[in-house]
């Protein structure tokens, strides 16, 4: 069974940054998708960031919500089992509960975006940026 533990969240100024980590338990593959949810209080769970293997390509396709599109980094790094999530400028509406999500297939980037689509889940890291 495949375990999730994310780390890096907690209190930032705006305009600042901070890095999550999340770290896959067992033997996971470089071709497991691997995502970035998040959900504020009274909101909806919504998608953050995503990356996949891409065949034609040979190498790993991301995806970004437009609302973290040029702020935000999804990276891996295959030796560790871990996914990260770079996030700089920082905004208040970037306090949220992160969860980190992993698939066990590549898939297309469309579907990325889907929370239904994953099979594991971690506990989430709490994200709060100041004004």
């Known amino acids: 069974q495949v375990q999730l533990v994310e780390s890096g969240g907690g209190l930032v100024q705006a305009g600042g940054s901070l890095r999550l980590s999340c770290a896959a338990s067992?033997?996971?593959?470089?071709?497991?998708?691997m995502g970035w949810f998040r959900q504020a209080p009274g909101k909806e769970r919504e998608f953050v960031a995503a990356?996949?293997?891409?065949?034609?390509?040979?190498?790993?396709?991301?995806v970004y919500a437009d609302s973290v599109k040029a702020r935000f980094t999804i990276s891996r790094d295959n030796a560790k089992n871990t996914v990260y999530l770079q996030m700089n400028s920082l905004k208040p509406e970037d306090t949220a509960l992160y969860y980190c999500a992993a698939a066990n297939r590549p898939t297309v980037r469309a579907l990325l975006r889907t929370s239904a689509w994953y099979d594991y889940w971690g506990q989430g890291t709490q994200v709060t940026v100041s004004s």
């Open positions: 990356l996949t293997w891409s065949e034609s390509n040979a190498d790993y396709s991301t």
């Open positions: 067992g033997r996971t593959l470089s071709s497991w998708s």
